[in-house]
């Protein structure tokens, strides 16, 4: 199976503050990579696909890049409807996998 | 719209059974994948079982492998994952997805319980 490392485990930014969270993959998932955000009491929506493609819907502050074994999540200008709890998963190969997913609260 | 709207979830005992259905609207659903991922409580996301299009293929996590069944009804626009043997660890909100570059679209979940 592959595993997804996520980090940091949690996050704790400024309104106005740019984040990053990484993901890595135990092997080359050849961009088969996707973030979900997850709100409390909500289920998880899809933010980004194919590492570096925003879904319908999603603001343009949210990013994503990568490639191989390494990606990562940016969000631009942080606002406060973006503090939820958010999830990298890869679909290269079954069992797909999540990583463990990042806390982000505002400081 | 899409929707993806879960039933049949509740208490049960371990060793129990339970079914689980997933009934979708606003999309073609005989044209995509299906798959049912669970959320324990306070926990991450696991995925657990996939169904293609036409049901010729189904895949499992090993976790559930032997214990779970994912089945599907085009006609009903209805997904099923049938739980057999249940465990305290199966306690989890179990969401429905479809199949699109990832999960676009999820349902809002059914709680499983399992205690004595």
């Known amino acids: 199976d592959i595993q997804m490392t996520q980090s940091p485990a949690s996050l704790s930014a400024s309104l106005g503050e740019t984040v990053t969270i990484e993901c890595r993959a135990s092997?080359?998932?050849?961009?088969?990579l996707a973030w979900y955000q997850q709100k409390p009491g909500n289920s998880p929506q899809l933010l980004i696909y194919?590492?570096?493609s925003l879904a319908d819907g999603v603001p343009s502050r949210f990013s994503g890049s990568g490639s191989g074994t390494q990606y990562s999540l940016k969000i631009n200008s942080l606002q406060s409807e973006d503090v939820a709890s958010y999830f990298c998963?890869?679909?290269?190969?079954?069992?797909?996998?999540f990583g463990a997913g990042t806390k982000l609260e505002l400081k | 719209e899409v929707q993806l709207v879960e039933s049949g979830g509740g208490l049960v005992k371990p060793g129990s059974s339970l079914k689980l259905s997933c009934v979708a609207s606003?999309?073609?659903?005989?044209?995509?994948?299906m798959h049912w991922i669970r959320q324990a409580p306070k926990k991450g996301l696991e995925w657990i079982a996939l169904?293609?299009?036409?049901?010729?293929?189904?895949y499992y996590a090993d976790s559930v492998k032997g214990r779970f069944t994912i089945s599907r009804d085009n006609s009903k626009n209805t997904l099923y994952l049938e739980m057999n043997s249940l465990r305290s660890e199966d306690t989890a909100m179990y969401y429905c997805?479809?199949?699109?570059?990832?999960?676009?679209?999820w349902g809002q979940g059914v709680m499983v319980t399992v205690s004595s």
């Open positions: 997805a479809k199949d699109e570059l990832g999960f676009d679209y």
């Open positions: 606003g999309f073609t659903f005989s044209s995509y994948g």
């Open positions: 169904i293609y299009y036409d049901s010729s293929n189904k």
């Open positions: 092997e080359d998932i050849y961009s088969n």
């Open positions: 194919d590492a570096n």
């Open positions: 998963q890869q679909y290269n190969n079954y069992p797909y996998t």
